[in-house]
């Protein structure tokens, strides 16, 4: 193994020019392999398009994104369709197990939102308080 620092990457990487039998066309090799790394002649690379994401785009993604979650609710609640008495702020109504976990998600999400909107409310009030004492 060479010493470090001396050729020692050089003979990790082999050499910068191409092989000798190197034929594709319009190609040709340099005359010194001191002269630099092998270039190819007679080619041009051309950028790949780049599309930029619309607002337009990002809706049709989520439309399919909520057809697809609503038709997995749909499946889950026909699928557990065995009716359930829920106890529910003292009403006890009778309803399918599934409508019960989905209702019990959407009233879990709707807590969530609130304490989330509560937070928003309050930085607001603190971001308008300090932006009224720097005047």
């Known amino acids: 193994m060479p010493a470090p620092g001396r050729g020692y990457a050089t003979a990790m990487t082999g ?15 340099p005359t010194d392999p001191a002269d630099g790394p092998y270039e190819p002649t007679g080619r041009t690379t051309t950028p790949s398009p780049h599309l930029d994401r619309t607002r337009t785009g990002g809706l049709w993604v989520a439309s399919i994104s909520a057809v697809v979650v609503l038709l997995l609710l749909l499946i889950f609640i026909l699928q557990n369709g065995n009716s359930v008495q829920i106890n529910l702020f003292g009403a006890n109504p009778d309803l399918p197990l599934g409508v019960a976990l989905l209702l019990a998600a959407v009233l879990g999400a709707l807590l969530v939102a609130l304490i989330g909107a509560a937070r928003v409310v309050q930085l607001r009030h603190t971001a308008k308080k300090m932006a009224r004492s720097s005047r």
């Open 15 to 29: 050499p910068s020019y191409p092989h000798p039998d190197d034929d594709r066309p319009g190609t040709t090799p």
